[in-house]
């Protein structure tokens, strides 16, 4: 028995901030299902094109997950999503600034509709503040 067992983690993510973080949930024993966009999916599955098949970054990154694609633009998707996170822990994302919220997403939207969900937004500058709309990455961190 891991110490996430029975746990599961719902996560819209890419690159590597979130997918770490889900990764270790997922060592730990938590199901996490990444959500993935329609047709090349996580953008850094093409990281590393010396390879066949999904780049060493992304396996690494993202081992003992599930994986589903889902157009999140699209009211069916989101009614997929909702029926993931109904029974959910945890909801994890590292979307652009924004994006959840349009998407009605948001800590605010979910905690509404889902109280026991813990939510975990990771952004490289913050909620608020003079950079909270700027994309990040690993490396301008």
């Known amino acids: 028995m891991r110490p996430l067992q029975g746990i599961k983690v719902v996560t819209l993510e890419q690159a590597i901030a979130a997918p ?11 199901r996490v299902i990444k959500i993935e966009r329609p047709g090349a999916g996580d953008f850094a599955r093409g990281n590393d094109e010396r390879v066949s098949g999904p780049s060493s970054h992304f396996v690494w990154t993202n081992r003992s997950k599930e ?7 699209q009211s069916s998707a989101l009614d997929i999503i909702h029926k993931l996170l109904a029974d959910a822990d945890v909801f994890v994302q590292n979307l652009a600034p924004g ?6 997403l948001d ?3 979910l905690s509404a ?7 975990c937004d990771i952004s490289g500058y913050g909620a608020d503040g ?4 700027k994309k990040a990455y690993d490396l301008l961190i």
Do not use: E, N
């Open 99 to 104: 994006a959840t919220q349009r998407l009605g």
């Open 107 to 109: 800590f605010a939207a």
């Open 20 to 30: 770490f973080c889900t990764r270790q949930l997922a060592d730990m024993g938590a």
């Open 113 to 119: 509709r889902y109280p026991r969900l813990i939510v």
């Open 67 to 73: 994986s589903i694609t889902l157009d999140v633009k």
């Open 130 to 133: 003079p950079m909270r709309d």
